[in-house]
């Protein structure tokens, strides 16, 4: 029974292979797609100063500045990036731990990405990033530019790029110092003090206000910021009994008001994991120019459509934005009309803003899943951070580049096309029509090569 699961598995294969080559998504010779405008809320709608509605339909640049070792080339036994850079750190040293990050960051996302996510078609990207890519250690410790300045210019290239390629981006605090939740994608699992009553607890909302009063600051005025998401998913999976809505609803507000005295017209966005009726009415505390954002992790496409009712029935007023979203039905069989283009198709339908999870992913079934535009299933390149040498893990992770040779392109893509304007196939300039076909043929077949090692290994 074992073998005959394989064959047909490899039967599959070898149909997608020959009758679903992917298509590449590239801007032609990096051309800027225009100027961006400002973003602000016009009661459910997002416009630009124009008054023209902008939908956003985008990406999310996930395990870039904060990696998940399910979709990323690190092997922390789903602790979180935190372990991760504290074993480097105890192994290697400060300096030498953030050098190898920066390896991991400078390959991960690059310049083509921007240009590919362009020219597919998508208008935004969300930026996940957590409190240490700013600060080298728990206490605050600031990392300084050569001018002896904080350094936040990883995102100061990020939105140039997005300005270049006609991008909007969110900024997405996806970890903050002491865990915001229970799960390793906030940077340390089961080790939520966010939001504790004690002196350490609001020391940890102090230290996040602060990162949003700098990042504020910083980028007033920068079109290409289509909003601040202040948190991801706060008290995700934490027990019921320590759910402190209130406190989390008491940071938002100083939050807020933090961004506000340094840049009064940005867009800033809330979310109540997983309930948007765990965020106050808006009116009530004062709060103008804001987006409430939906993750939804669904097994049917009802229960997308009931949380959206429920949404909509609170009548606060706002643009709904489903940050993150994917069908949690195990296989396709039992995925009937709830399949991400069924999403899609009801988030176009009540004119709700999206980002698809994700990018690009790298665990044993990336490049063939419809979690990823770009996946990578080379088991060999996955980072074991207690035991690969130095030099071991800046060559595993400097082969990180999405057109490095090592991605291929997953099923996403497939599902998200029909419901971008401009999303169609955009060939590199010159190249053949032979090329392009060769071209793809070759990544799909490399695909092809590593799931039947995958299944007889």
């Given at each position: ?35 961006l405008s400002p ?9 630009d100063a124009n ?384 090329a392009a076909f ?20």
């Open positions: 029974m074992k073998n005959s699961r394989k064959i047909l598995s490899l039967a599959v294969a070898l149909l997608l292979l020959l009758t679903s080559l992917p298509p590449v998504f590239v801007s032609a010779n990096g051309a800027s797609a225009g100027a973003l602000h809320t016009e009661g459910e709608k997002l416009v008054g023209n509605e902008v939908r956003l339909r985008g990406v999310n640049l996930g395990g870039w500045l904060i990696q998940e070792d399910w979709f990323c080339p690190a092997d922390n036994g789903k602790r979180g990036d935190h372990r991760t850079l504290e074993t480097l750190i105890s192994r290697f040293g400060t300096e030498k731990a953030y050098e190898l990050y920066n390896v991991y960051w400078d390959n991960w996302i690059t310049e083509y990405d921007f240009a590919e996510i362009a020219g597919m078609g998508f208008n935004c990207v969300r930026i996940p990033f957590w409190y240490r890519n700013f600060q080298s250690d728990d206490n605050g410790t600031w990392i300084l530019n050569d001018a002896g300045e904080k350094d936040f210019s990883r995102l100061d290239r990020a939105l140039e790029l997005c300005g270049k390629y006609g991008l909007y981006a969110i900024l997405d605090f996806h970890g903050a110092n002491g865990n915001q939740g229970a799960q390793d994608h906030c940077g340390q699992k089961d080790n939520c003090h966010f939001f504790d009553l004690n002196a350490q607890g609001k020391a940890y909302r102090r230290q996040a206000t602060e990162i949003w009063s700098l990042l504020a600051e910083r980028y007033a005025g920068n079109a290409a910021v289509a909003m601040f998401d202040l948190l991801n998913e706060p008290l995700c999976d934490v027990n019921v009994l320590r759910r402190n809505y209130p406190v989390l609803n008491g940071w938002y507000d100083d939050a807020y008001r933090a961004i506000r005295a340094k840049d009064p017209a940005r867009v800033v966005c809330m979310m109540g994991t997983w309930d948007i009726g765990k965020l106050p009415n808006p009116v009530l505390k004062g709060w103008t120019n804001v987006v409430y954002q939906l993750h939804q992790y669904n097994s049917k496409i009802e229960g997308f459509q009931s949380r959206i009712d429920a949404s909509k029935a609170l009548h606060y007023n706002v643009p709904l934005y489903a940050g993150e979203f994917h069908p949690t039905a195990e296989t396709e069989e039992s995925r009937v009309n709830c399949t991400v283009g069924d999403i899609l198709a009801l988030y176009e339908a009540e004119g709700v803003n999206w980002t698809v999870w994700t990018w690009k992913g790298y665990n044993s079934w990336a490049a063939w899943a419809d979690w990823f535009i770009y996946g990578s299933t080379e088991a060999p390149l996955i980072v074991d951070p207690e035991k690969d040498s130095y030099e071991t893990i800046a060559e595993k992770w400097g082969a990180m580049a999405t057109n490095g040779g090592h991605f291929y392109s997953g099923h996403l893509d497939e599902e998200v096309l029909p419901f971008l304007p401009d999303g169609k196939e955009a060939e590199p300039a010159g190249e053949s029509g032979f060769f071209r793809k043929l070759t990544r799909r077949f490399r695909a092809f090569v590593e799931l039947i090692a995958v299944l007889f290994t």
